[in-house]
């Protein structure tokens, strides 16, 4: 049996190595293509600016790529580790696209990246652009496998539960890589890293134009970044909203959750702008309303309804007692396999096999679940609502915001008024975390949403987790804490440093405009 | 021979291949992380022999990540059962491992001495602490490890970590770190010269020496070993869980498969001989051809406990009935041959760049070299 608290603090621990991850991520995914795109120039004009431009990025681009690595390692060990039920029961499925995901793009991106560093003095121009484009082509076919992956949890396709082997397994390949879930959220989530590469190198060019140092490099990287920046920026927003809309058929209970929405309403539908929501009261408090606005976001017309969480309650109490025949039959099916009625009890009742397990949490035997541990079941059904909802609000806003300024910027560069507004320049600089803020929220909306499953609709996430002791937990978590959190000031202090200390100007290739500012700037600080 | 069958033993196989590259690739840079500090005495030195692998190492890592995604998607009962059994053993592991690029990456960034020494001790733990656990965590399949399922096939570990560490899986253990640190040492003999080069030799020797005792007295160890036999339950190619079979303990059941096929007692011979022509090889210098013995007596080392244990994968020694095995453990028919297809094309596509990529930064690194790129580890 399963100790709830350790199903908590596995949660945890995976969530906190998660997101750390997810720090270095998307600036992987972005700067790659950044990187390609600057030695595009310098390989199509012969420029040496550009060598020395995307020398510079490249050398930012490792420190975070390091730690993206490292990192990495971790989320590979943990399904095993800390969800090993998770891992037995659908790795027929899950395992497959991380297997590709190594196969196919991951020694892609590791072998590449090698050559990207080492390989200046060894490769031809043309061969080394190439080698940076197959780092930005692995990295981002690794996101594509990674999402494929995380689309099955969020909206299983291609997949059926085999009671012969005790566990869900592969009924189509082809259903598995295609779910819409997948392509949306593959375009979503990687243009989000394009934004993030956008923001960061915008920022760092600000800082260096604000000090007046390496302007040329400075002034030509704003430039590429904030032309990248524009259109990343609308691209996300708008599969932002396709991924809504393929959720909303998907996820009833995330949806209801992003949107606050306890009580099923006629169409048109208000959308709460901001509300406080109380789970306890089912209820929300302060709601601001904006009439129609749900309705046309969700469901694209007037006149879509989305169900609140009342009817999903509804929903879920009906499918845990089809559930239940379906549980017990498994039983009878492990105690005595292939037996013919058992099968015949299965089947009739397999869809809800996952809710049947959702009221195990509260009647080991489920044969004997009362009505309130049914009832509470199905209050488990809705994911918690206030953090969905104000992680979904948090990254909207930030995403606006960051449309905003990159038009700005775009309308800026493009009249060259860019290094007269310096308190531009200077909200530049404190843009940079912004994209980051936005990719945690996006990745709590999606994982907290998809809440109480870790699979939706067919394993509860109380199931998924390892028999551990707490004891092991807390070890585990104090490592990880203790491990994680030297690293990111080390990444962090590196990171400042190389900024601060700029491109290496010795190469002789810098204009004397830039080295002159450096000098002054250099006197200037000391 | 029923297509699933057959398509069970072909991932069985795939399996031996993918630890083979990660036993051969990975343990050939965790060697360098583990002599580290002996082959280079200055900083100049220890810049050197981390060049040397610097080009590769993160490609190299691949086979590792590679390793732990295969096992999940063509035995996802073992994947779930080893990692959470072996916890903090898996912890130790990815805490050493993590270590890896951060020293790689970071270690030269600043040329403080004591930043420096810090990251060589990284990077010096990363190289050993994997090994020994890689090599140790195989040794433990010989004993069987305590596992049982519930009716859902959830499983519990009843053992303790100090339990993983009995005598044989630490012989085991450090069999794989000699063999590490001898294609740690020929790799660095190989990209190295003068007194680097020298002080590989004489660990690259060691190493081979070490490595062909241990895998004698391993040998020894197992004649005599209590092994698993199973007696009942689903064949090949039927779909099962590990609640269907009987098994039964034996003395010396680890060579019944050698007695019944004397052929694969070829295989404990080519691991002696990649040793013993290593060791002579790599005295004569010829560290390029040492590299490929080694890589052969890794071959010989895998594919003796792999024949020993076949088709075990984790006996269960608290439950025997329950132990996994390529038939009870393995993935469904259309997950294998999907797996089975993206194998056949990316892993020659992956040998084939790779290759290329050793091509492109082949020869000696040199300390002013080093020095002169600025994009050096």
């Known amino acids: ?526 | 021979m029923e297509l699933y069958a057959i398509l069970q033993c072909a991932w069985w196989l795939l399996l031996g291949v993918l630890l083979l590259g990660l036993a051969v690739m990975v343990g050939m840079d965790m060697g360098v992380g583990s002599i580290l500090r002996y082959v280079g005495r200055t900083d100049a030195e220890r810049r050197v022999a981390l060049n040397i692998v610097g080009p590769h190492w993160d490609g190299n890592q691949v086979w590792f990540v590679l390793g732990g995604g295969a096992v999940f998607a063509a035995f996802p009962l073992i994947y779930a059962t080893a990692f959470s059994g072996f916890y903090v053993v898996m912890l130790l592991l990815l805490w050493s491992m993590i270590l890896r690029p951060l020293g790689f990456e970071y270690r030269s960034k600043l040329s403080s001495a004591a930043w420096r020494n810090v990251w060589d001790w990284a990077l010096l733990v990363s190289g050993l602490v994997p090994m020994v656990v890689f090599g140790a965590a195989i040794g433990n399949l010989f004993h069987g490890v305590p596992f049982h399922f519930s009716w859902n096939l959830t499983s519990t570990y009843t053992g303790s970590f100090l339990g993983l560490f009995n005598p044989f899986a630490i012989l085991c253990g450090l069999l794989s770190l000699s063999l590490s640190v001898f294609m740690g040492a020929v790799t660095v003999m190989n990209g190295a010269t003068d007194v680097i080069h020298e002080r590989a030799r004489t660990l690259a020797r060691a190493g081979a020496a070490l490595a062909i005792v241990l895998f004698a007295a391993g040998g020894f160890w197992v004649h005599g070993m209590t092994g698993y036999v199973r007696v009942a339950g689903p064949g090949a190619g039927v779909a099962q869980t590990p609640l269907q079979q009987q098994v039964m303990l034996g003395a010396g059941a680890w060579l019944a498969n050698f007695h019944a096929h004397p052929l694969l007692w070829a295989l404990p011979g080519v691991g002696f001989a990649g040793m013993l022509l290593g060791l002579a090889v790599a005295g004569a210098r010829r560290s390029h051809l040492a590299w490929w013995l080694g890589a052969l007596a890794w071959l010989g080392v895998l594919g003796t406990a792999g024949a020993a244990l076949f088709p075990f994968l984790l006996p269960s020694s608290s439950v025997p009935a329950q132990s996994l095995t390529v038939w009870n453990a393995s993935s469904s028919r259309l997950t294998l041959t999907w797996m089975l297809g993206f194998t056949a094309v990316f892993v020659p596509l992956v040998i084939w760049y790779t290759s290329w990529a050793f091509y492109v930064m082949r020869g000696k690194v040199s300390a002013a070299d080093v020095v002169a790129n600025e994009h050096a580890y």
Do not use: C
């Not at chain 1, 991520?25 to 293509?33: A, E, K, M, N, Q």
């Not at chain 1, 099916?333 to 949490?361: C, I, T």
């Open chain 1, 1 to 526: 049996m399963h100790d709830l608290h350790v199903v908590d603090l596995s949660r945890l621990q995976f969530a906190l190595t998660a997101l750390y991850h997810y720090l270095f991520v998307p600036l992987t995914l972005g700067l790659s293509f950044l990187l390609a795109a600057m030695e595009t120039v310098y390989v199509t004009t012969g420029k040496e600016i550009y060598r020395e431009i995307t020398q510079f990025w490249s050398k930012l681009f490792l420190i975070n790529f390091a730690l993206g690595v490292a990192t990495g390692l971790t989320m590979e060990f943990e399904f095993g580790t800390n969800w090993s039920f998770y891992s037995s029961f659908v790795g027929d499925i899950f395992g497959a696209p991380l297997a590709i995901e190594g196969l196919m793009a991951f020694f892609m991106e590791a072998t590449f990246v090698g050559l990207m560093t080492f390989g200046w003095a060894r490769l031809r121009p043309g061969q080394h652009l190439a080698v940076t484009y197959l780092v930005a082509l692995g990295s981002n076919l690794s996101a594509l496998w990674i999402l494929i992956a995380n689309s099955f949890m969020q909206m299983p396709h291609g997949a059926h539960f085999n009671p012969a082997t005790m566990r869900m397994e592969l009924s189509s390949f082809t259903d598995l890589i295609f779910s819409p879930d997948a392509q949306a959220k593959f375009v979503h989530t990687s243009i989000a890293g394009y934004v993030t590469a956008a923001v960061f190198v915008a920022g760092v060019s600000a800082w260096y134009l604000l000090k007046r140092r390496h302007m040329d490099l400075a002034r030509r990287s704003f430039r590429m970044a904030v032309l990248f920046g524009v259109l990343a920026t609308a691209g996300v927003i708008t599969l932002g909203d396709a991924l809504g809309f393929v959720g909303a058929q998907a996820q009833p209970t995330k949806l209801a959750a992003m949107e606050g929405l306890w009580k099923t309403e006629q169409a048109p539908m208000p959308f709460n702008l901001i509300a406080f929501p109380s789970q306890q009261e089912q209820a929300n408090h302060g709601a601001i309303q904006v009439p129609y606005v749900l309705s046309l976001l969700v469901t694209h017309s007037l006149t879509g309804a989305v169900p609140g969480i009342d009817q999903l309650e509804q929903r879920a109490t009906a499918r845990i007692r089809d559930g239940i025949p379906a549980v017990t039959a498994l039983q009878a099916l492990s105690a005595k396999p292939g037996d013919a009625d058992a099968l015949a009890q299965f089947q009739a009742h397999e869809q809800d096999l996952g809710y049947g397990f959702l009221v195990q949490r509260y009647a080991p035997d489920v044969s004997k679940a009362t009505g309130a541990q049914i009832a509470t079941a199905a209050r488990d059904a809705i994911p918690q609502v206030a953090p969905v909802f104000w992680s979904f609000r948090v990254m909207v806003v930030l995403g606006l915001a960051m449309l905003a300024y990159f038009v700005l910027a775009v309308i800026y560069t493009m009249r060259n008024r860019v290094e007269r507004k310096r308190w531009f320049l200077r909200l530049a600089v404190w843009m940079i975390p912004v994209p980051f803020l936005a990719n945690e929220a996006g990745w709590l909306v999606a994982e907290l949403g998809r809440q109480p499953w870790t699979v939706y609709g067919v394993l509860p996430t109380w199931m998924s987790a390892s028999t551990h002791s707490v004891g092991y937990m807390v070890f585990s978590l104090a490592g990880f804490a203790a491990l994680y959190t030297t690293f990111i000031v080390v990444e962090m202090y590196l990171m400042v440093r190389t900024i601060r200390r700029g491109p290496d100007e010795h190469a002789g290739t810098a204009s004397n405009d830039t080295l002159l500012a450096d000098r002054m700037a250099g006197y200037a600080e000391g």
